[in-house]
């Protein structure tokens, strides 16, 4: 086997065939919990967003300030920039060195200059630096975590705080764009487990993310939850007391017994196995045979619900490609025999 799995994979452009209905309908009856006429290809099936004038973050190419004042060093094994804090030293700091940016002064219309919309694909636009990771943007992560433990309250009135300033950055941005759904990244666990204990969530992040996830949907916005790690214990939170519309988690992850559990309440991101899709060596019968699998083992014509939406990817065009096609026509053909 020659394998070389890369850090980002490479982005190919989107198939344009004639369908029974647009991805962007099929993919929003998915995120309503509503059973698709196919497994939608989830970012193949979007238009992404990004606003020159909003910087939470750094461009992922380069170091950098935000404006915060947080560093980014960006890393080129990985393809993308870290935050080194830099803020301020301890979380009972927050108020004197935190000064957050006045958004009503921004021209946020500017950013739709020259934006063309492609309205077979739905819209969406990625939040980083979640209510918990800008924490540890703002400080040291092992600082962090101590404050977490030591200074809970001081936390909990720190992300407050943030989730005002998300919820007033997402409605700017949401005033021009009439976006569909919005990625928002927070990540809680390691590969082996969670930063911290569910209790110390419910007494810091659980409500102010809440109110963050509410705003959103209030906006007619779907919400989908990226969080990195092995954070089942989190599941329950983020689908019954946040009510997110979608999840994006790592497969480390029971997926098969959350799909179970919650399948008909929430659109979970899956990907293909790695160890075949940046296989070049692996035939294009073997890809075709993984995809079916993936779509009789998720779809929603086994699991109920809208089954799970595909994060597509693979190194080589071709195989892609060859996966794209027998995703879109394995699953349509078996949602529809369903149907019958």
Request: proline residues 5%; hydrophobic residues 40%.
């Amino acid at each position: 086997m020659a394998l070389n799995i890369p850090a980002m994979s490479p982005t190919w452009p989107s198939v344009e065939r004639e369908s029974p209905i647009t991805p962007r309908e099929n993919l929003m009856l998915a995120l309503e919990h509503k059973k698709p006429m196919w497994m939608p290809n989830l970012y193949a099936d979007s238009q992404m967003v990004v606003c020159p004038s909003n910087h939470d973050g750094v461009p992922k190419d380069r170091d950098g300030y935000d404006w915060f004042g947080t560093y980014y060093s960006y890393s080129p094994t990985v393809g993308i920039n870290m935050p080194a804090g830099g803020v301020f030293e301890e979380v009972t700091q927050w108020r004197e060195k935190v000064k957050f940016p006045d958004l009503k002064a921004i021209d946020w219309s500017k950013d739709a200059e020259g934006f063309v919309r492609n309205e077979k694909k739905a819209l969406y636009m990625r939040f980083g630096n979640g209510i918990f990771e800008r924490l540890h943007a703002f400080e040291d992560f092992e600082q962090a975590m101590v404050d977490l433990i030591t200074e809970p309250e001081e936390c909990r009135a720190l992300f407050e705080a943030i989730a005002d300033y998300k919820i007033e950055l997402f409605n700017c941005i949401r005033d021009v764009f009439p976006l569909d759904y919005i990625v928002a990244a927070d990540d809680y666990g390691t590969a082996r487990g969670p930063f911290f204990s569910t209790a110390l969530y419910e007494a810091t992040i659980l409500e102010p993310t809440r109110r963050f996830v509410k705003a959103v949907q209030a906006r007619g916005t779907k919400f989908i939850a990226h969080c990195c790690g092995k954070v089942d214990a989190f599941i329950p939170y983020l689908v019954e007391d946040l009510g997110v519309d979608g999840l994006e988690i790592q497969d480390i992850n029971d997926i098969p017994n959350i799909m179970a559990k919650y399948g008909h309440k929430i659109l979970l991101e899956y990907k293909a196995d790695a160890n075949i899709v940046h296989d070049d060596e692996a035939s294009g019968e073997t890809m075709k045979e993984h995809i079916r699998h993936i779509v009789d083992t998720f779809g929603a014509h086994a699991i109920g619900g809208s089954g799970v939406a595909m994060n597509l990817q693979s190194s080589f065009k071709d195989k892609y490609y060859l996966m794209e096609e027998e995703l879109y026509s394995y699953s349509l053909s078996k949602y529809a025999q369903e149907e019958k």
